[in-house]
Each structure stands twice: as C-alpha cells, then as structure tokens.
C-alpha cells in the first residue's frame, strides 16, 4: 500500500509547540496550499497537520505565520469522542520538513506584503530579451510568448534531425 503526500504551502499561523507525557514535542498547525484553479468562495486548500520530535521544535524555532514550507508524509485518520460524540480528524503526518525561504527573505516578504506586487526583469535569450514578470509566489510568468512572433526562422535541412 502506498500512502504518500507532497504538499508545499505557507503556514496560517505561528507554530505552537506542546509536549507529551513523556516529553515528545508535537505540533498540530495549518498550511494553505494554492488551488491549480479558482473557485468561486476560496483558491487555496487548508491542509491540518502534524509533526514529532525535533522537527516540531525546529519548526517554532526557524518559522512564523506566512512562512513557505515544504512537507511530505503520509494522510492518517483517527477519531475521539468529545461530549459524548465521536469526532473523527483526517491530518497529514509530517515525516520531514523543508523551509522554502531564508529567515530574511520571510521577513521581509511579510513585512512588505501588497496586493499583486509585481517586478519585471529582463532575461535575455540568444540576443533577444523577454520581459518576465515576478509576482509573490517567486514563479516566473512570461509577459510575452516567444513563439508569437512573425519572425521566420533560417534552418538548412542538414540542421533538422529527421
């Protein structure tokens, strides 16, 4: 059977650290992981987890509300009963944890925040430029389309591998 899960998402909220009978350190915390599309009431799933031992402490240590975080581990379900009613709770087990973003860079992206900030840099490709735009998430986004363009390519038939 295989139960794995990649998920890459920025925390909603600091880490809050708590620690077991036998003094095991365990956190529970929230990521919100963008949708691939947009729906009408939200574009980012919230995903609960959870994470053991030292990795918990490095976690409240090295990372705050909005830090970008990468995680894989398994999907694990259990249940408990609360006022005499059974509650059951579906959370990702984080086995290990990758911080996305230097402790400056976080800092300053929380810091400067705005809604749709984007830069334009220039890439130069075999003597041409392109515009890219970057926008917070630190994807590239192409301004242009480098195959719309009228220009006609000089290519012999030796060139050409078939």
């Known amino acids: 059977m295989i139960n794995n899960v990649v998920l890459v998402g920025r925390l909603t909220k600091n880490i809050d650290i708590r620690y077991t009978g036998s003094n095991k350190a365990v956190s529970n915390f929230t990521i919100a992981v963008n949708r691939p599309f947009k729906t009408q009431d939200q574009d980012a799933d919230f995903i609960s987890c959870v994470v053991w031992g030292k990795t918990a ?15 894989t581990g398994r999907i694990q379900t259990r249940n408990y009963e609360k006022d005499g009613k059974r509650v059951y709770v579906t959370e990702v087990v984080a086995e290990n944890v990758q911080f996305l973003e230097s402790k400056n860079n976080s800092d300053t992206k929380n810091d400067s925040q705005t809604d749709n900030h984007t830069q334009t840099n220039k890439k130069p490709t075999q003597g041409k430029s392109e515009a890219i735009k970057k926008t917070d998430n630190d994807y590239p986004e ?21």
Do not use: H, Q, R, V
Not at 57 to 71: A, D, F
Not at 142 to 162: C, H, V, W
């Open 57 to 71: 402490e490095n976690m409240e240590n090295y990372t705050k509300k909005g830090s970008l975080i990468g995680i």
């Open 142 to 162: 192409f301004a242009t389309d480098a195959f719309d363009n009228d220009d006609e390519i000089d290519i012999s038939d030796d060139d050409l591998p078939f």
